[in-house]
């Protein structure tokens, strides 16, 4: 099992541009969920899925949009990227039991 | 809205010394996580705590779960150098593993 997987790495966009980040399961899970995190603060939820076709809001959803047509991805689309969204990305997925949630290795993106 | 609050921020602990990092958090939540963070990675899961007086050990470390309370510790014996990280609790309310807050962090450095 490869886990959760994201794409790309690294991305540096310019104010305005628009852009997708995968994420891609392979564990069957229920659950998938975006985080962002910024310098010295914990993780915060953008948005997070519990099922194929069903996406709600999490904490800071703004500027970001999401769809889930498949069990396996989950991609979040930044709209008119700002400097204000310059972190690091992290997908998770994870189900109901044995209630773990496992995360993907994270995308840096960098806005100027 | 759900807080959650890590105490200390950072930890600076000699090699060889016992040490406790503090989790409290404002809402009503049976389930408990325990992240390390290496610097420029992404999460690995240490313990899920799912009930009140859950106590869990790996190696030097041991976290325990006080639901009315609202308090989480995770106690480390006789330090090491390998166990420098960031240190995150996170609490779900949902119960899905899919909805978590962060705590913001207790960077720990153990040194010689």
């Known amino acids: 099992n490869a886990g959760v997987t994201q794409t790309p790495k690294f991305q540096v966009l310019k104010t305005g541009q628009s852009m997708t980040l995968q994420c891609a399961q392979d564990?069957?899970?229920?659950?998938m969920s975006w985080y962002r995190q910024d310098p010295g603060m914990g993780l915060r939820l953008i948005h997070y899925s519990v099922g194929a076709g069903i996406t709600d809001q999490g904490e800071v959803p703004n500027g970001y949009n999401v769809s889930r047509s498949t069990t396996e991805d989950f991609p979040l689309r930044l709209l008119s990227a700002a400097p204000s969204q310059t972190s690091v990305y992290f997908c998770a997925s994870s189900r109901r039991v044995p209630y773990e949630q496992y995360f993907g290795p994270g995308t840096r993106l960098t806005v100027t | 809205e759900l807080k959650v609050e890590q105490n200390p921020l950072f930890l600076s602990m000699q090699e060889g010394k016992n040490y406790t990092i503090y989790c409290n958090y404002s809402t009503t939540s049976d389930r408990l996580y325990w992240y390390r963070q290496d610097p420029g990675k992404s999460l690995e899961s240490l313990f899920v705590?799912?009930?009140?007086?859950a106590v869990k050990q790996e190696g030097r470390l041991m976290a325990s779960l006080d639901t009315k309370a609202r308090l989480s510790t995770l106690h480390i014996t006789a330090a090491v150098h390998d166990l420098s990280a960031t240190y995150f609790c996170?609490?779900?309310?949902?119960?899905?593993?899919?909805?978590?807050?962060f705590g913001t962090g207790t960077r720990l450095q153990v040194t010689l």
């Open positions: 996170a609490v779900d309310p949902t119960g899905t593993a899919s909805k978590l807050t």
């Open positions: 564990m069957n899970h229920e659950y």
């Open positions: 705590l799912l009930s009140n007086g």
